[in-house]
Structures are given as C-alpha cells and as structure tokens.
Nanobody, 118 residues
Framework: QVQLQESGPGLVKPSQTLSLTCTVS??????????WSWIRQPPGRGLEWVGV???????YYSPSLKSRTSISRDTFKNQFSLQLRSVTPEDTAVYYC??????????WGQGTQVTVSS
C-alpha cells in the first residue's frame, strides 16, 4: 500500500519561502503513469491544486501560482518537494501531497498545516 507523509515547518514568515517534502513509501515515484501532486486547503475554503510532478520528472503548476512555485524530486530518497516563494498570509492552508495513477489509484498524505505569519 502506498503511503505519503508531508513534512516541513508549520510557520513561515511573510515574504519567505515555504518548503515542504513528501516522503513516499510502498511505491516508487518513478513508477510509470503515476503523478505526484501538491494540493492545499485554505481555512474555510475548498481544495486548491498547486502543482504536480509526473513519473518522468516533468512538472506542471497552477497558473495562479506558477510564478512562485517549484516542485522537485529526489528519486534516491523517494521524495518530492514543494517550494512556494514570497508567501503571504493568503498562502496559509493545510497542504496535502497525493499520488495518482492512470488506473485510478489515489493516495493522500494526512496533510500539514502551514501558517504564514510574522
């Protein structure tokens, strides 16, 4: 069974960079036809897709966040990471990592709260 676990600071100051890592176990992030996403949920709002890194290493981002977002991976550690630059309090949210396959498999981490505040 694939499991995902988010890790990173729970508090980030405005204008700094939010950095989160997702550690995947029970499966490889390079497995064909799998995609690995970051999704967030601001308080009182719905889920917002942040971006994705595909099994071949290609990354795609939400148009509204593209200028501030980078998603990378470490295949040796079986991890993928999110960097969100120049954060504001509007970036406060629960951040989830998730894995999806073309066959419909869907795996989510438990989520991690990130608060942007001075």
């Amino acid at each position: 069974q694939v499991q995902l676990q988010e890790s990173g600071p729970g508090l980030v100051k405005p204008s700094q960079t939010l950095s989160l890592t997702c550690t995947v176990s029970g499966g490889s992030i390079t497995t064909s036809y799998y995609a690995w996403s970051w999704i967030r949920q601001p308080p009182g709002r719905g889920l917002e897709w942040v971006g994705v890194i595909i099994y071949d290493g290609s990354a795609y981002y939400s148009p509204s966040l593209k200028s501030r977002t980078s998603i990378s991976r470490d295949t040796f550690k079986n991890q993928f990471s999110l960097q969100l630059r120049s954060v504001t309090p509007e970036d406060t949210a629960v951040y989830y990592c998730a894995g999806h396959s073309e066959l419909g498999d869907d795996y989510w981490g438990q989520g991690t709260q990130v608060t942007v505040s001075s």
